[in-house]
C-alpha cells in the first residue's frame, strides 16, 4: 500500500468515527416519564407519578445504554485507526 492509501484511509476511518461520537457521544432517550443520560444518569419527570412500570421502561433502557456504548466504542475506535493509518501514511 502507498502512502497516499494509508493517509486517505485513515482520514475515512476518522470521519466515520467522528460521525459515531457525534450522534451516540453523549446519548438521551426518553420512556416514558424517564429519561436517559448517557450512561451515567436516569431521571424521572415526577417521581411520585411514573407512567410505566420499572418491568417495561428496564428492557428498553437497558438496550438503548447497551447500543449506544457499542457504538460510541466503535466511533472511537475508528478514530484512533484512523489517526494510527494517517500517522503511518505520513511516515512512508
Sequence with gaps: MSASTFTLVGLLL???G???LFFYGLPKKRIGNVLLFGV???????SKARDLPDSEW????GAFLR???ILNRLGFALVALG???QV????L
Design 88 to 91: 503511518v501514511g505520513t511516515c
Design 58 to 61: 428496564q428492557p428498553l433502557a
Design 83 to 85: 489517526t494510527v493509518l
Design 14 to 16: 476518522t470521519l466515520v
Design 67 to 69: 447500543r449506544i456504548a
Design 18 to 20: 467522528a460521525c459515531l
Design 40 to 46: 451515567t444518569a436516569m431521571e424521572f419527570e415526577d
